[in-house]
């Protein structure tokens, strides 16, 4: 891929995630993570007649953006994942679609506790590479690429 082909992320942004319900949450770039997380407030495994679900809940209560909804999906792993601290946790990954500068695009999340962070969203560079550069003094410039487009009027 060539260079000009990618676009600049910011440090920081504002992303949606439709199939959840989410809109302008807010995400951190971290281009020391592998793979994005998510913070998730409860998850457990449930045997059902279809197989093994997980059920989840995105957010803590006195998040702005908490949606008071359980999700429930069949398609999830379980990964080993060393956290900030060098501590290796066992956490869930599901898949979703997340939406920057208006594309749509297919990653995983780890779900994960991080109710003292100010970012419910980390996006790593399973997600990131190939697609955008990080200029880490810019913020904000997907979230403003969709205000823009909206405030534009054709007459």
């Given at each position: 891929m060539i260079f000009d082909e990618k676009r600049?992320?910011?440090k920081s942004d504002k992303a949606d995630l439709p199939s959840w319900g989410l809109k302008n949450i807010p995400v951190k770039i971290d281009s020391g993570a592998y793979r994005s997380s998510i913070d998730c407030s409860f998850a457990k495994v449930y045997k059902t007649a279809e197989g093994r679900k997980l059920k989840f809940t995105l957010l803590r209560k006195d998040h702005?953006?908490?949606i008071d909804q359980v999700f429930e999906t069949l398609e999830f792993k379980t990964s080993r994942v060393k956290s900030s601290n060098g501590e290796n946790q066992k956490r869930y990954i599901v898949k979703t679609i997340i939406t920057l500068f208006g594309k749509s695009y297919a990653t995983e999340f780890s779900l994960s506790t991080r109710p003292d962070?100010?970012?419910p969203i980390l996006l790593g560079r399973k997600?990131?590479?190939k697609k955008f550069v990080i200029d880490t003094s810019k913020t904000n410039l997907s979230f403003r690429s969709k205000t823009t487009k909206k405030k534009k009027i054709d007459y």
């Open positions: 600049i992320i910011g702005p953006l908490y962070m100010r970012f997600l990131l590479n």
